[in-house]
């Protein structure tokens, strides 16, 4: 008796699929797999995330201790500068997230000073000062001035500020290859240079010098 040519075609096929399924179970016995995980974001970039944060968040600080009463042309720039900030901080905080990374540094600034000494072949430098970083006692002054003298201060500070979160963003442009968080470096560059600019003229017109630090 003959088996019909599609019983056996049906039999093969069925015996085919039961080979496959058995292998595939155990592939990962006989097989194992090493599965290395990319990582995200490099040294630098979590470092320059993580300080670029707190940097704007002092930012977002003097915009809140800037005098209420204080002339419109000032307010008006204080208040574009806190949505900046507030943008490009939810932008660092989503990277530190995705790369799994805390969002505060144990070693603030180590990043910048790791890299400086290495280019001068020379050893590990003790952790940087935050650049541009108002003291306790100035923010103290800025939330108790009131009128002009808020003003002044206020923009005084915050330029200092920019002119630090500047050199911070320069280095990590210049530390890293490509990426957005090189794009990201270079463009709080130009757009932190020019409201610099912009805060200088204001400070000029209202009769203030920029104070050496």
């Known amino acids: 008796m003959k088996t019909p040519r599609g019983v056996w075609f049906a039999a093969f096929a069925s015996v085919a699929l039961l080979l496959l399924a058995l292998g595939a179970t155990l592939r990962p016995l006989a097989l194992p797999e090493k599965h290395t995980a990319a990582s995200v974001l490099n040294t630098v970039e979590v470092g320059f995330a993580q300080d670029m944060t707190a940097h704007h968040q002092q930012a977002l600080l003097m915009t809140q201790r800037l005098d209420p009463q204080a002339a419109p042309t000032v307010r008006r720039v204080a208040e574009q500068l806190a949505d900046t900030q507030r943008v490009e901080i939810g932008m660092m905080l989503g990277w530190l997230r995705l790369a799994d990374a805390s969002p505060l540094s144990s070693r603030p600034m180590a990043w910048m000073t790791d890299a400086a000494a290495a280019h001068r072949h020379s050893a590990h430098e003790p952790d940087a000062p935050m650049p541009g970083m108002a003291s306790t006692a100035e923010l103290?002054?800025?939330?108790?001035?009131?009128?002009?003298?808020?003003?002044?201060?206020?923009?005084?500070?915050?330029?200092?500020?920019?002119?630090?979160?500047?050199?911070?963003?320069?280095?990590?442009?210049?530390?890293?290859?490509?990426?957005?968080?090189?794009?990201?470096?270079?463009?709080?560059?130009?757009?932190?240079?020019?409201?610099?600019?912009?805060?200088?003229?204001?400070?000029?017109?209202?009769?203030?010098?920029?104070?050496?630090?």
């Open 140 to 213: 103290d002054a800025l939330a108790a001035a009131r009128g002009r003298d808020a003003e002044i201060l206020f923009l005084q500070l915050m330029i200092h500020h920019h002119q630090g979160g500047i050199a911070m963003a320069a280095a990590a442009d210049r530390e890293l290859a490509g990426g957005p968080v090189k794009e990201a470096a270079r463009s709080m560059v130009q757009s932190q240079g020019q409201e610099v600019g912009v805060m200088s003229l204001l400070l000029t017109q209202l009769g203030g010098e920029l104070p050496p630090r």
